[in-house]
């Protein structure tokens, strides 16, 4: 191990075997790390590294190696959770025009809290119980009505705009709203979840909302957040998109799958990744093997691929953006925590405020 070592893939202790296997098999001398020396096949994020003068012929290789994957298909259920706030409900009103182009069924869904009473005596337990059971019945009763009154306006709106063929429904759910949500999600089983957020204001530690951040790290469910100022009219406004690369294996599939909900629109599509150096023997052959992977799924949608240069990717996805004119960002939020480690969050919800650009994140 004269060479220097690089990851060129992190999987199950199972799967690392296999890929071990594979590349040796074809002449590249491969090393696991990370591995259970007790129980092995309990191995979860093994890395499989390799000499760095071997980077291009394995990524070639695992270019080839790699399976098309399932035939992806557009979205046929769109679930909106909604508050009743201005940004929640513009989420709504966008989730409408994809419904149109998907020709797909929009469920509303509001989840409302119950009061909650912790320690109480012994004693008290049933006068408390009967307010609790009052509170309850009028937070229900309140959420009910304020749910229908935008239902009902919702399918106005969708009758005045040519939209009155598209089937809408509405849930209510009580509870934490991420629990709320993640528990339709299961039930519902929606090819979209589309969340408004807003534009400032979240805590440090957040990206796009506690919310939307909880629901995508618990559900395999895209997720197409709409930034508070986001003010689309129509679906022709958005004409550029860009998808973050990081070179993750999950790339390929977020990838496939972002292109087949695009292939309704007319658009200009882009793959982009940050690095020092653009010239770098082993980023230029990871690029390469995304580009001839896409062109040998995809064959109908044209997609442009670039190396930035640049040593922070926030600031440099966020002059990209500005530069290039993107209307719609879409990246994978890996569980632990892509999305706080490719931006910092503030600049994240500073891009979200000024640029105004819905963030469509795939899970991991």
Not at 4 to 13: F, P
Not at 24 to 29: F, H, L, R, S
Not at 64 to 84: C, N, W
Not at 261 to 285: Q, W, Y
Request: with cysteine; hydrophobic share 40%.
């Amino acid at each position: 191990m004269d060479d220097k070592l690089i990851v060129i893939a992190n999987d199950s202790y199972t799967s690392a075997l296999v890929l071990q296997s594979f590349l040796e098999a074809n002449g590249i001398k491969s090393y696991l790390k990370n591995v259970n020396l007790v129980q092995p096949n309990v191995s979860d994020n093994v890395k499989v590294l390799i000499n760095v003068t071997d980077a291009e012929k394995a990524i070639k290789l695992l270019s080839a190696y790699r399976t098309p994957g399932k035939g992806e298909s557009q979205p046929r259920k769109i679930l909106v959770p909604i508050d009743f706030t201005e940004h929640s409900k513009n989420a709504a009103f966008f989730a409408l025009r994809l419904a149109q182009v998907y020709k797909a069924e929009v469920k509303l869904l509001h989840v409302f809290n119950s009061p909650i009473v912790d320690m109480i005596p012994f004693t008290d337990m049933a006068s408390i119980q009967i307010d609790i059971d009052i509170s309850y019945g009028v937070l229900q009763e309140d959420a009910r009505k304020k749910l229908i009154k935008f239902f009902n306006e919702y399918k106005k709106y969708a009758d005045d705009n040519g939209m009155g063929d598209l089937k809408i429904g509405y849930a209510l759910r009580e509870g934490f709203a991420s629990y709320g949500i993640i528990d339709m999600c299961k039930r519902y089983k929606p090819g979209l979840l589309v969340m408004g957020t807003k534009s400032e204001g979240f805590r440090s530690s957040e990206l796009v909302g506690g919310v939307a951040a909880d629901v995508v790290r618990a559900t395999k469910v895209p997720l197409l957040v709409i930034p508070e100022k986001a003010r689309l009219k129509n679906l022709n406004e958005v004409k550029n998109v860009l998808y973050a690369t990081r070179f993750d294996d999950s790339d390929f599939t977020a990838i496939r799958k972002l292109l087949t909900m695009l292939s309704g629109f007319n658009l200009n599509v882009s793959c982009a990744n940050v690095c020092d150096n653009p010239e770098d023997t082993v980023v230029k052959a990871r690029m390469s093997a995304l580009e001839d992977y896409i062109k040998r799924v995809v064959k109908k949608t044209k997609v442009d691929f670039e190396l930035i240069k640049g040593k922070n990717a926030a600031e440099a996805f966020k002059g990209y953006i500005t530069g290039k004119n993107i209307n719609l960002l879409a990246l994978t939020m890996h569980k632990r925590g892509l999305l706080e480690r490719l931006f910092n969050p503030s600049l994240t919800r500073k891009m979200l405020s000024d640029a105004d650009i819905p963030l469509l994140i795939f899970p991991e």
